[in-house]
Antibody
Framework: QVQLQESGPGLVKPSETLSLSCTVSGASISTSYWSWIRQTPGRGLEWIGYISDGGTTNYNPSLKSRVTISVDMSTNHVSLKLTSVSAADTAVYFC?????????????????WGRGTLVTVSS | QSVLTQPPSVSAAPGQRVTISCSGSNSVMRNDISWYQQVPGTAPKLLIYDTYKRPSGIPDRFSGSKSGTSATLAITGLQTGDEADYFCATWDPNVQSVFFGGGTNLAVL
């Protein structure tokens, strides 16, 4: 059974860098695509980006200049870094696995999610 | 203006059938649609992918379809446990980004 667990600071100061980690258990991160998604009451769900099983990344154009998603194969972690944060980046952040079936990966289908972690941007 | 538009809320009685719409432009709706169920305080759960397919473990009470510029999630035999927020999503290859609808709150009265 694949499980994901997000971790990281719950409070980040404006203009600083938000750093989150997603621990993947029950599966190797080298065999799937992994995404980060955030949710706010006002803006709903927002896709941040993904990293493929081959290490290719793809980011939401609106966040692309500030986002980096990476993996650590040795620890089976997926990481998210978001620079120059502001109050607008306050959200619950989820890591999720992209659904795959056969040889296909769905960019908009996420079949395993972490519980999410609330990050508040405030001084 | 959202790329995918959903009604804010729908309601129906237990045992009834309800539909939730997700509309977008011609170009956006050419792509496949996914649907999610989210109970408050929990992560979204994948119900439908590739517009009408169900992942393993999702009951056939949930079905997806698409016609023109609108996709639809139908739920039959409504149960109180179906009360949740429902989101549609799509991948737009032209923009290389995933878009989510604003969500629809389902009340089972």
């Amino acid at each position: 059974q694949v499980q994901l667990q997000e971790s990281g600071p719950g409070l980040v100061k404006p203009s600083e860098t938000l750093s989150l980690s997603c621990t993947v258990s029950g599966a190797s991160i080298s065999t799937s695509y992994w995404s980060w998604i955030r949710q706010t009451p006002g803006r709903g769900l927002e896709w941040i980006g993904y990293i493929s099983d081959g290490g290719t990344t793809n980011y939401n154009p609106s966040l692309k200049s500030r986002v980096t998603i990476s993996v650590d194969m040795s620890t089976n972690h997926v990481s998210l870094k978001l620079t120059s944060v502001s109050a607008a980046d306050t959200a619950v952040y989820f890591c999720a696995r992209n659904f795959d079936y056969g040889a296909s990966v769905w960019h908009d289908a996420f079949d395993v999610w972490g519980r999410g972690t609330l990050v508040t941007v405030s001084s | 203006q959202s790329v995918l538009t959903q009604p804010p809320s729908v309601s129906a009685a237990p045992g009834q059938r309800v539909t939730i719409s997700c509309s977008g432009s011609n170009s956006v709706m050419r792509n496949d649609i996914s649907w999610y169920q989210q109970v408050p305080g929990t992560a979204p759960k994948l119900l439908i992918y590739d517009t009408y397919k169900r992942p393993s473990g999702i009951p056939d009470r949930f079905s997806g379809s698409k016609s023109g510029t609108s996709a639809t999630l139908a739920i039959t035999g409504l149960q109180t446990g179906d009360e949740a927020d429902y989101f549609c999503a799509t991948w737009d290859p032209n923009v290389q980004s995933v878009f989510f609808g604003g969500g629809t709150n389902l009340a089972v009265l």
